[in-house]
């Protein structure tokens, strides 16, 4: 199986150690990369300075309250160009709000997770992540089900 890379866009330390350390005890092969602001993801997703030799994720953990740039102009940025709009976008955020929510699918977010308070239902948020579209769904053929 081919390894996925897996951008989380996170502006909370202890919420970036803690889906880092789900996704460590998962059978597939994963690379992280981590920025820490709106602005910063959609620099690593269009190769702007400093990310000029980023490689593009398979899918996106993207935050909804983020500095310089929300998680919903993000993701609008990113539906709506043709060189990215492909990549799954799972937004993963402690915002249980309906307009977030609404705001979230009107502008083609692939899906929407509510982060849980609790440390490990956290844990088994991120464990649902990663089976689901890591072992089930199909990333441009990288996933196949063993």
Request: some cysteine; hydrophobic content about 40%.
């Amino acid at each position: 199986m081919k390894e996925v890379h897996i951008l989380l866009v996170e502006d909370n330390e202890g919420d970036i150690v803690l889906t880092l350390e789900a996704f460590e005890e998962s059978k597939i092969l994963n690379k992280f990369s981590v920025v820490r602001n709106g602005k910063d993801a959609l620099d690593f997703l269009f190769k702007q300075a400093p990310y000029e030799d980023a490689k593009e994720p398979d899918i996106i953990l993207l935050d909804i309250n983020l500095p310089l740039k929300s998680g919903i102009e993000v993701l609008q940025e990113v539906k709506n160009d043709d060189r990215v709009r492909h990549i799954p976008v799972i937004m993963l955020t402690t915002s249980s709000s309906e307009k977030d929510i609404s705001l979230s699918y009107k502008h083609h977010a692939n899906c929407y997770i509510t982060k849980p308070v609790e440390v490990f239902k956290f844990l088994e948020a991120v464990n649902a992540i990663e089976h689901f579209w890591l072992q089930i769904v199909s990333l441009d053929g990288k996933n196949k089900r063993e």
